[in-house]
């Protein structure tokens, strides 16, 4: 049986609290008994000196030891006057004297006290007169504890040590099962949720009820699953509309070669031109997609080096400037001397033929395009403004999506493939530039491109 995260998490959070409890345990038990076993010396300690005071009175009274040799009785009363509050009897020792002593004269001659040998290493109290010592008051040392009340005392307070511990031990568990689980709630959570977006489900989002660690987590889960979405969602309209680029001239290609083969039309140079068109509008398409696909995967060959902005536009509008004419569209440009840049001319030269080709293909007749370069601080700024018709800005935020064309005269009549843009933006930020698209003063559709400026 395999244990889960949280099984794992709860059991070690409980040892660990079980180590600190045992440890304070027998920390707390070490520090009781030598406090208790101290607390016992000092009490012993005071009474044996308070022993060797009255003991010095009476001496001063009888000027000998001749009250005291074998009368034992006589020190129990005096001990018995130390506690007041004891019940008992008169034969035996009062309570509270948890050691063996003995009184001695100044030749350590036994006056009172067990027979048998008395300790030499045992604490000594002197009993003093007309300052000599007469006597001494010895007592057994205390290493442990002796007495039944003092024992039972000790164990009485480990068992409640060890119920404490007991005690302790179940709150713990209890507290550190519902922590366990309350941490672990919201990895649970992205568990599920990623289980559920590897198996495909992209509309899968968790809850954030935090702003720590996991909360952040959570918040990139969803904006990863956002992503995938709109992954997934841009694949599919990708894959239908290169399927409906392609289904239009092969249905057209089709219809010609089945009126050819029928005989319904004859090989007459404008059918086969007709034929011509269709195969170029699907060689194009298919180049378009391969640069495309090339440029987002980065495979596309960038030979970078310094090159002037302002001369590959000047040769770009040279190669499209009779096809503007023929079309009655006017190519208006403000230059300046130079824009240096660092990057590859054949990229560049793509990326500017495609925008010329952009104005060419969705700007009414008699219109105008106007290029414009602006060497700004760290920037080459490129404007690229065209006549009518225009865009609404619903259309303008996905100019640059694959295969969009906008309603009107911006469409697949005008005969591109609603990829070109596309893969300006690819070329552009390759070159760590950037490009948007804006109303133009003119009516149309404007582009600006901004590439990073390389001069002085």
Same mark, same amino acid.
């Given at each position: 049986?395999?244990?889960?995260?949280?099984?794992?998490?709860?059991?070690?959070?409980?040892?660990?609290?079980?180590?600190?409890?045992?440890?304070?345990?027998?920390?707390?038990? =070490?520090?009781?008994?030598?406090?208790?076993?101290?607390?016992?010396?000092? #009490?012993?300690?005071?009474?044996?000196?308070?022993?060797?005071?009255?003991?010095?009175?009476?001496?001063?009274?009888? !000027?000998?030891?001749?009250?005291?040799?074998?009368?034992?009785?006589?020190?129990?009363?005096?001990?018995?006057?130390?506690?007041?509050?004891?019940?008992?009897?008169?034969?035996?020792?009062?309570?509270? /004297?948890?050691?063996?002593? /003995?009184?001695?004269?100044?030749?350590?001659?036994?006056?009172?006290? *067990?027979?048998?040998?008395?300790?030499?290493?045992?604490?000594?109290?002197?009993?003093?007169?007309?300052?000599?010592?007469?006597?001494?008051?010895?007592?057994?040392?205390?290493?442990?504890?002796?007495?039944?009340?003092?024992?039972?005392?000790?164990?009485?307070?480990?068992?409640?040590?060890?119920? =404490?511990?007991?005690?302790?031990?179940?709150?713990?568990?209890?507290?550190? /099962?519902?922590?366990?689980?309350?941490?672990?709630?919201?990895?649970?959570?992205?568990?599920?949720?990623?289980?559920?977006?590897?198996?495909?489900?992209?509309?899968?989002?968790?809850?954030?009820?935090?702003?720590?660690?996991?909360?952040?987590?959570?918040?990139?889960?969803?904006?990863?699953? =956002?992503?995938?979405?709109?992954?997934?969602?841009?694949?599919?309209?990708?894959?239908?509309?290169?399927?409906?680029?392609?289904?239009?001239?092969?249905?057209?290609?089709?219809?010609?070669?089945?009126?050819?083969?029928?005989?319904?039309?004859?090989?007459?140079?404008?059918?086969?031109?007709?034929?011509?068109?269709?195969?170029?509008?699907?060689?194009?398409?298919?180049?378009?997609?391969?640069?495309?696909?090339?440029?987002?995967?980065?495979?596309?060959?960038? &030979?970078?080096?310094?090159?002037?902005?302002?001369?590959?536009?000047?040769?770009?509008?040279?190669?499209?400037?009779?096809?503007?004419?023929?079309?009655?569209?006017?190519?208006?440009?403000?230059?300046?001397?130079?824009?240096?840049?660092?990057?590859?001319?054949?990229?560049?030269?793509?990326?500017?033929?495609?925008?010329?080709?952009?104005?060419? &293909?969705?700007?009414?007749?008699? !219109?105008?395009?106007?290029?414009?370069?602006?060497?700004?601080? #760290?920037?080459?700024?490129?404007? /690229?403004?065209?006549?009518?018709?225009?865009? &609404?800005?619903?259309?303008?935020?996905?100019?640059?999506?694959?295969?969009?064309?906008?309603?009107?005269?911006?469409?697949?009549?005008?005969?591109?493939?609603?990829?070109?843009?596309?893969?300006?933006?690819?070329?552009?930020?390759?070159?760590?530039?950037?490009?948007?698209?804006? *109303?133009?003063?003119?009516? !149309?559709? #404007?582009?600006?491109?901004?590439?990073?400026?390389?001069?002085?």
């Amino acid at each position: 049986m395999k244990i889960g995260i949280t099984g794992k998490l709860f059991m070690g959070i409980l040892a660990t609290c079980m180590l600190v409890l045992i440890t304070m345990h027998w920390g707390v038990r =070490i520090s009781f008994e030598r406090g208790f076993i101290d607390y016992i010396k000092r #009490g012993n300690e005071q009474r044996l000196t308070l022993l060797s005071y009255a003991l010095e009175d009476q001496y001063h009274l009888h !000027g000998s030891w001749a009250f005291l040799r074998n009368k034992d009785q006589s020190v129990y009363q005096i001990m018995r006057a130390f506690q007041q509050n004891s019940d008992n009897s008169s034969n035996l020792p009062p309570q509270g /004297w948890r050691t063996q002593f /003995w009184v001695v004269d100044s030749q350590y001659q036994r006056l009172i006290g *067990h027979s048998g040998q008395i300790p030499k290493d045992s604490p000594r109290y002197p009993i003093r007169y007309n300052d000599q010592i007469v006597g001494w008051v010895i007592a057994t040392p205390i290493e442990r504890m002796t007495r039944d009340a003092d024992i039972n005392f000790d164990r009485q307070q480990q068992r409640t040590s060890w119920l =404490i511990v007991g005690l302790s031990t179940l709150l713990a568990a209890a507290v550190t /099962w519902l922590m366990s689980r309350g941490l672990l709630a919201p990895v649970k959570r992205l568990v599920s949720g990623t289980h559920q977006l590897a198996a495909g489900d992209f509309s899968t989002r968790v809850t954030v009820n935090s702003q720590d660690e996991l909360g952040r987590l959570a918040q990139d889960f969803n904006q990863l699953a =956002i992503s995938l979405e709109n992954n997934e969602k841009m694949r599919r309209e990708f894959m239908a509309d290169i399927s409906h680029e392609l289904r239009t001239p092969l249905a057209v290609l089709r219809g010609e070669l089945e009126a050819l083969q029928d005989g319904v039309r004859q090989p007459t140079p404008a059918s086969l031109s007709s034929l011509q068109a269709e195969v170029s509008t699907l060689t194009k398409l298919v180049d378009d997609l391969y640069q495309l696909s090339l440029s987002d995967r980065g495979a596309l060959a960038y &030979r970078k080096l310094p090159v002037d902005g302002v001369h590959l536009v000047q040769i770009a509008v040279a190669a499209f400037r009779e096809r503007f004419q023929a079309k009655q569209l006017q190519i208006i440009t403000h230059l300046p001397t130079e824009a240096p840049l660092f990057g590859d001319p054949d990229r560049l030269n793509q990326l500017f033929n495609n925008l010329l080709e952009n104005s060419l &293909r969705y700007t009414d007749a008699g !219109g105008k395009l106007e290029i414009t370069i602006e060497c700004l601080p #760290g920037w080459v700024r490129m404007s /690229w403004q065209d006549s009518a018709p225009g865009m &609404r800005d619903q259309q303008l935020a996905r100019i640059f999506e694959r295969f969009y064309r906008a309603e009107g005269s911006r469409n697949r009549a005008s005969g591109g493939s609603g990829l070109g843009l596309a893969i300006c933006q690819n070329i552009v930020e390759a070159h760590g530039g950037k490009i948007n698209a804006q *109303h133009s003063p003119f009516g !149309g559709v #404007g582009i600006t491109v901004d590439l990073p400026y390389t001069g002085e």
